[in-house]
């Protein structure tokens, strides 16, 4: 098989991949609408779960945070003040764009070399293949 024949199977499976990605959305947007309903009438109920379509159904209460950009050295303050050091993450994906962009200026064996984070942060590394669509002539 030729390098174009290969692009065209890859170009026919992103197509492929993308339809069923679209099939997927639509499922999820259907699913919360109808999980919100459930979430609704199973609160009204009082009940503290119902069994129904061969399942066990509860309301859980879940929950998530986030420190704002301004106010993240005072979190970390504050956490390593309190003895919470490990409940204050380093944000991976902004780290990782910053040592792309030190990568680029300095060079080196790895994403990390000749930084702060040299020998403290792994690193995986792939090759992968990228498209653009271009405009039909």
């Given at each position: 098989?030729?390098?174009?024949?290969?692009?065209?199977?890859?170009?026919?499976?992103?197509?492929?991949?993308?339809?069923?990605?679209?099939?997927?959305k639509?499922?999820?947007?259907?699913?919360?609408?109808?999980?919100?309903?459930?979430?609704?009438?199973?609160?009204?109920?009082?009940?503290?779960?119902?069994?129904?379509?061969g399942?066990?159904?509860?309301?859980r209460?879940?929950?998530?945070?986030?420190?704002?950009?301004?106010?993240?050295?005072?979190?970390?303050?504050?956490?390593?003040?309190?003895?919470?050091?490990?409940?204050?993450?380093?944000?991976?994906?902004?780290?990782?764009?910053?040592?792309i962009?030190?990568?680029?200026?300095r060079?080196?064996?790895?994403?990390?070399?000749?930084t702060?984070?040299?020998?403290?942060?792994?690193?995986?590394?792939?090759?992968?293949?990228?498209?653009?669509?271009?405009?039909?002539?």
């Amino acid at each position: 098989m030729s390098l174009s024949e290969t692009l065209e199977r890859v170009a026919a499976l992103y197509d492929e991949k993308d339809a069923a990605e679209k099939v997927v959305k639509d499922i999820k947007k259907r699913l919360e609408q109808a999980e919100s309903l459930a979430v609704e009438q199973l609160a009204a109920s009082g009940l503290d779960g119902v069994r129904a379509a061969g399942k066990s159904w509860y309301l859980r209460d879940f929950y998530s945070v986030s420190i704002p950009a301004d106010r993240k050295s005072d979190a970390v303050r504050i956490a390593n003040e309190n003895g919470l050091e490990d409940y204050v993450a380093v944000n991976t994906a902004s780290l990782k764009s910053w040592l792309i962009e030190q990568h680029k200026e300095r060079g080196g064996e790895t994403l990390a070399t000749g930084t702060p984070f040299d020998g403290i942060v792994s690193e995986y590394h792939e090759t992968r293949l990228s498209r653009q669509t271009l405009p039909k002539e």
